[in-house]
């Protein structure tokens, strides 16, 4: 039954279950289950651009280590993380105390390791 339920092929009138004698339509079903099936929907577009994303970052990566004769690790390390510079006391200070809320009741010394920026380009002289 599952499969007739997915099917496009399927007619909105048809039943796509019987209680008793009276049918629930595939039309009221898509009805009621509209708004749950929009957040998945978007859910997964947000995965598979999220994938894409990393895909092109890797393959781009990939080529232009490439085209210099160098590993992608080593292309990483010249072109990120070796051009980023540590993250001060003072920046991990001011990412604390712009928003506490995010730390609940963590001290700012036990939230330090959570608010350093995780991202190389945070703190790189280009400010990528």
Known sequence: MIAQLTSSAVAQTQPAA??????VSIAELDA???ARLARVRNDEYQIRRQVLESLVEK????AEATARKISPADLEKAEVTGKAEAVTPEQSRAVYEAS?????????DQARPASR????QAATPAGR
Do not use: H
């Open 32 to 34: 009621l289950a509209a």
């Open 59 to 62: 393959r781009l990566m990939e």
């Open 18 to 23: 019987r209680v008793g004698s009276a049918d």
């Open 117 to 120: 920026p995780t991202w190389p």
């Open 100 to 108: 506490p809320e995010k730390y609940g009741t963590l001290t700012r």
